[in-house]
């Protein structure tokens, strides 16, 4: 007789850990699109401790963005970005840089690339950008 009890929980427990398993993957795949990446170009300016750096964002995402300047900083260097989209709003975000690339093509041979992870953004920022990319994707299809 405990035997049977003991089979039945055993059962229970695969299936909710099935299910936990399940609620995982959704959730993850929900955030993955929140922070779809979208070719959006802004103004922004890289305050870091020297002289502000002027740039422009390639691609922007609610937790990142891909940053063109004329110089870039080193790997897991801190910063402070000012990003201007149209309207006058300015967004404040701390972020690092998790990549740097020479720019190639076209592009002005002496520009740099820098992906940059976001550190801290308001929740009201963040609303601002996951709103923005997605009007900017609905726009392009």
Request: charged fraction near 25%; charge should be positive; aromatic fraction near 8%.
């Amino acid at each position: 007789m405990l035997t049977g009890w003991l089979l039945i929980a055993g059962y229970m427990l695969f299936i909710i850990i099935l299910l936990a398993k399940d609620e995982y993957y959704h959730r993850q795949e929900q955030k993955r699109r929140l922070d779809q990446r979208a070719e959006i170009q802004w103004p922004v300016t890289i305050i870091v401790s020297d002289e502000p750096l002027e740039g422009e964002t390639i691609n922007l995402s609610a937790s990142g963005a891909l940053i063109r300047c004329q110089k870039s900083l080193p790997y897991l260097s801190r910063m402070r970005l000012v990003i201007k989209p149209p309207g006058g709003r300015q967004l404040g975000i701390r972020a690092e840089v998790v990549r740097t690339l020479k720019s190639g093509g076209s592009l002005d041979s002496s520009s740099r690339r820098m992906a940059v992870r976001f550190l801290e953004i308001s929740e009201q920022d963040q609303r601002f950008l996951q709103l923005s990319i997605y009007d900017h994707m609905a726009h392009r299809s």
